[in-house]
């Protein structure tokens, strides 16, 4: 098996990465700044990287890189910083999934491609009337107005749901909403969920980022877990926190 993964210079992508290539896939991964990913992780046999801005790729390109690959996972994310918020791209998790998902369809795969995007709890599955508060909502309101990123996540989402939709011939999907990523060294007990069990705004869950990578590596790999999951957006908390 050969993964796509983007996002994988970051805090939760650089685990993935590492959790697919201990069990003994091939990784691709596109990163603008290498040097991000520790040495013993670059110098990995299974391990190709493609040095690029996944947005300033042709077409071609993208379609290149998507050859090939039986899984696409995404873990990318605006950075915590004015310009990482406020800056360009805007769209930058939209548009990456808009053009990957494009780039499959390019490629006419015969078998579906598993296309796993890393989400947030605070963003509805629209698909299931998710019932919040008032005062949920109105802060989430406020959310969409202040925070760019956030409205990145939701039409991200959306794209999967409604562009893609669960019938596609070439793309299958699943959107993991973990709630507030913690680090953690190793993987623990977790729960997954259809819908949040709480509120993300006032009475937040705890995720280890370690248990995101594990969760997506399962989806990617295991059958009986993407036979689950698939066309669903899975809310996961480390347990105790569920």
């Known amino acids: 098996m050969t993964v796509l993964v983007v996002g994988a210079s970051g805090a939760t992508g650089r685990l993935l990465v590492e959790d697919l290539l201990s069990r003994g896939h091939r990784v691709r991964a596109i990163i603008r700044a290498p040097g991000k990913i520790p040495e013993a992780l670059r110098s990995h046999h299974l391990l190709s990287?493609?040095?690029?801005?996944?947005?300033?790729?042709?077409?071609?390109?993208?379609?290149?890189?998507?050859?090939?690959?039986?899984?696409?996972?995404?873990?990318?994310?605006?950075?915590?910083?004015?310009?990482?918020?406020?800056?360009?791209?805007?769209?930058?998790?939209?548009?990456?999934?808009?053009?990957?998902?494009?780039?499959?369809?390019?490629?006419?795969?015969?078998?579906?491609?598993?296309?796993?995007?890393?989400?947030t709890a605070g963003n509805s599955n629209r698909d299931l009337n998710e019932p919040v508060s008032l005062g949920h909502r109105s802060v989430v309101g406020l959310i969409r107005l202040l925070l760019p990123p956030h409205i990145d996540n939701e039409k991200a989402a959306d794209y999967l749901r409604t562009s893609v939709g669960s019938n596609d011939s070439a793309i299958e999907w699943v959107a993991v909403r973990p709630d507030t990523l913690i680090n953690e060294n190793s993987v623990t007990e977790y729960a997954a969920h259809p819908s949040p069990t709480r509120s993300a705004i006032f009475n937040a869950g705890k995720t280890s980022r370690i248990n995101v990578a594990h969760f997506m590596a399962d989806l990617i790999t295991d059958d009986d877990t993407w036979s689950r999951w698939k066309g669903r957006m899975p809310v996961i908390y480390n347990k105790g926190f569920s």
Not at 55 to 71: E, F, K, W
Not at 75 to 86: A, P, Q, R, S
Not at 90 to 102: I, P
Not at 109 to 116: C, S
């Open 49 to 119: 990287i493609v040095h690029a801005n996944l947005l300033d790729l042709s077409d071609d390109n993208m379609t290149q890189h998507v050859n090939g690959c039986t899984a696409v996972a995404s873990c990318l994310g605006h950075n915590l910083t004015l310009k990482g918020m406020y800056g360009s791209p805007r769209r930058l998790v939209t548009d990456a999934v808009r053009r990957l998902c494009e780039a499959v369809w390019a490629n006419r795969p015969q078998i579906p491609v598993r296309f796993v995007l890393m989400n």
